[in-house]
């Protein structure tokens, strides 16, 4: 979910931008340690940027200042974590601000800390949880894309409702028309990455040997 520009007052561009830059710059240098380290996953995060793009860009008009969409940032989230998917992201949002009028360059900030922060965190703790329940690989798939899809929107509620009104009743108001196009978005991303899931479980289960190596590397370093 994008806000368009020019719906958030300039202060609030200015917190968003400072909050969500670190992990910006984070993930690059992950990336770029990833490149170097692990030359085999260029192709796995070109496909986790595509996924972003690609669903991303199919918008429905939503709420003055903003436009449902799906995010695609749960399958990065799950294999490589918050920061590089923060960037992802961004690359993905300033392409679309630029290219396709869709969100905007002042509002960046806080499209980023909404769809490539807080979404993918949520997805990646949902994915790590489920896992070690035992859930299965689509089905711990299928909740991570869809809760990094609603909590996306339910930031978003949150940000507009800090820049109009600061209000209980503003923030239902948000999220009830927000709930009517994001509700199904959210549910039918998280389909489609179960069912991609389920196709990379049966043809190349070693994608997500990806996410088990990493996660392993960041607990005996921590």
């Known amino acids: 979910m994008h806000i368009m520009e020019g719906f958030l007052d300039p202060i609030w561009c ?15 240098k992950k990336i770029i340690e990833l490149m170097r ?7 796995t995060i070109a496909l986790s940027g ?24 749960g399958f990065s989230a799950v294999l490589y974590g918050v920061c590089v998917t923060s960037f992802l992201a961004t690359i993905v949002l300033i392409f679309q601000a630029l290219l396709l ?8 900030g806080a499209n980023i800390f909404s769809m490539g922060v807080v979404g993918p965190f949520v997805g990646a703790l949902i994915w790590v949880l489920l896992r070690k329940a035992k859930a299965s690989i689509p089905v711990s798939m299928f909740f991570a894309a869809l809760f990094a899809d609603l909590i996306t929107y339910v930031v978003t509620s949150i940000q507009m409702t800090l820049n109009h009104g600061q209000s209980i009743d503003a923030f239902v108001s948000f999220m009830t028309n927000y709930a009517a196009t994001q509700l199904p978005l959210a549910l039918m991303e998280g389909i489609l990455f ?15 040997d990806i996410a088990e190596s990493l996660g392993k590397k960041k607990e005996a370093t921590a």
């Open 14 to 28: 200015v917190v968003w931008f400072i909050i969500a830059i670190p992990f910006v710059v984070l993930g690059a």
């Open 37 to 43: 380290e692990h030359p085999e996953h260029k192709m």
């Open 50 to 73: 595509a996924f972003i793009f690609l669903l991303s860009s199919l918008k429905l008009p939503s709420v003055t200042g903003s436009s449902s969409h799906p995010t695609g940032t």
């Open 101 to 108: 009028a869709h969100g905007g360059l002042t509002t960046l």
């Open 194 to 208: 179960f069912m991609f899931a389920t196709y990379l479980v049966r043809n190349k289960p070693e994608i997500f």
